[in-house]
């Protein structure tokens, strides 16, 4: 079971939008370098919803590769169509990925029915380890907690990122799960709370410009230190914050290019960040420097 800070990667790309996969490595050592558990690669901060089959397959492919076996690879394979699901899936398993990361369908708006359904048949056809991902804010559907915990039973259903940002809810699975039943975070703002309530990680957006401070957070909560893992997890509430003054990967994309790791590329129809918010970001950079 991976457990602690899990980075929702990034997608980089050149000026065009094509992937830059230089860019991907300099991340990638940068997460090797700093803590982090294990990579999500191609998720929903990744871009996946605008990447072609071939290039999402193919930025998997090179994480997994390049990683060599010193860092997990968890792959976004989610889509709204369970057959492109299967696909990305049983195509990520054959790339090396440890788990695959599955947000639930988005804009056709299945019932609580269709959900089981769809996860089920992809469970029964990749026998990969599968992370379910209910982000209801983003895809106008919510995964029920009875739902997951039905899906739970199945051998390859092995946890589940919430990022409801309801603790009570997160709570809830966590009691009910068992310990073969991973919760974890998606939301960076709660994310301390549910670990120290019993979930196994965070996966993080902030993790992607403050990594071992993300991962010592995950560290002390996973380890039950209430106290040292909250005071260190205040002083990040103002960059989760920040990361968030726009839609989701604009402002951390730009936090990143402001570092020098990547370049501010980003595929339409998103757009680089505001530079109304350049300021709100760079001293929330500032504020989490170690």
Known sequence: MITGSIVALVTPMLADGAVDYEGLERLLEFHLENGTAAIGAVGTTGESSTLSVPEHLAVIEHCVRYLDGRLPVVAGTGANSTREAIELTRAAAGAGASACLLVTPYYNKPTQAGLYAHYRTIAEAVSVPQILYNVPGRTAVDLSNDVSLRLAELANVVGIKDATGNL???????????????????????????????????????????????????????????????????????????????????????????????????????????????????????????
């Open 168 to 290: 009570e809810r997160g709570r809830d699975l966590i009691a009910r799960g068992g310990e073969d039943f991973a919760v974890y975070s998606g939301d960076d703002p709660t994310a301390c709370e549910l670990i120290l309530a019993g979930g196994k990680g965070n996966v993080s957006v902030t993790a992607n410009v403050r990594p071992a401070q993300v991962a010592e957070v995950c560290r002390l909560a996973l380890a039950g230190d209430t106290e040292a893992a909250t005071q260190l997890d205040q002083g990040l509430a103002g960059l989760n914050r920040a990361l968030f003054l726009e839609s989701n990967p604009i402002p951390v994309k730009w936090a990143l290019a402001s570092m020098g790791l990547i370049g501010e590329g980003i595929r339409l129809p998103l757009t680089v960040l505001d530079s109304a918010f350049h300021a709100d970001v760079t001293a929330a950079l500032e504020e989490t420097a170690l």
